[in-house]
């Protein structure tokens, strides 16, 4: 249990569907990270939250969509996706603040495996 | 920006020590961590180290940092089977909040 919570696990999905993956920490931290694993790829970082404003958007296509209502949510809004975008894809947060303390490291979530046929 | 690198793959013997490497390009890194992923599951801090140090050990695991080459490794002593995963290095730039991650090593641990 790492304090970050993502659902669904497993998640299957046509093209013109549209689903959101959801992620929850309870670990008092203000941001929170979408990352996209693929096979033989490098992680991806794809959107940072701070204090809920994006800080971070890495050339992402338009059909992932983030929302962060709060510093303890995080969605993303899955709308006509490619099966290129099939992947594990990993939620994460860490505290920014806290000076001299706070060693920076992120906490993952164990993730949410879509599949798109 | 920072680049960090890893070997893609290492292979030991179980009971063998395992000694995975990273190296990194911004001299101004504060923290360096590693992250072990098991199948299937998201990624689990392993321990970390802070830039104004050489050395830390933590039971099975060391930790070693060489500023002047931007090296950065880590032992596992007496490697077991529960140790086969994927083991990611992260580097932390100063003045930002966000880790550069490696493409991680894949250790397999055979009998």
């Known amino acids: 249990e790492t304090g970050v919570t993502q659902t669904p696990r497993h998640l299957v999905m046509g093209m013109t569907n549209k689903k959101s993956l959801k992620c929850e920490q309870h670990l008092g931290h203000n941001a929170m990270y979408w990352y996209k694993q693929s096979a033989k790829k490098p992680l991806e970082l794809m959107f940072v939250y701070n204090f809920k404003e994006q800080t971070e958007n890495n050339s992402v296509p338009s059909r992932f969509s983030p929302e962060c209502p709060n510093s303890s949510h995080l969605f993303l809004h899955l709308h006509t996706l490619q099966p290129e975008d099939s992947a594990l894809y990993l939620c994460?947060?860490?505290?920014?603040?806290?000076?001299?303390?706070?060693?920076?490291?992120?906490?993952f979530g164990e993730g949410s495996r879509l599949t798109v046929l | 920006g920072e680049d960090v690198e890893q070997s893609l793959f290492l292979s030991v013997r179980e009971g063998d020590s395992s000694v995975i490497n990273c190296t990194y390009t911004?001299?101004?890194?504060?923290?360096l961590y590693w992250y072990k992923q098991e199948p299937g599951a998201g990624l689990q801090l392993l321990t970390y180290i802070f830039s104004n140090m050489d050395m830390k050990q933590d039971q099975r695991l060391t930790v070693l940092l060489n500023k002047k080459d931007k090296h950065l490794s880590l032992r596992i002593a007496d490697t077991q089977t529960g140790d086969s995963a994927i083991y990611f290095c992260a580097v932390l730039e100063g003045g930002s909040y966000i880790p550069t991650f490696g493409r991680g090593t894949s250790l397999i641990v055979h009998p």
């Open positions: 911004d001299s101004s890194s504060t923290y």
């Open positions: 994460a947060s860490s505290l920014t603040s806290g000076g001299v303390a706070n060693t920076g490291e992120l906490f």
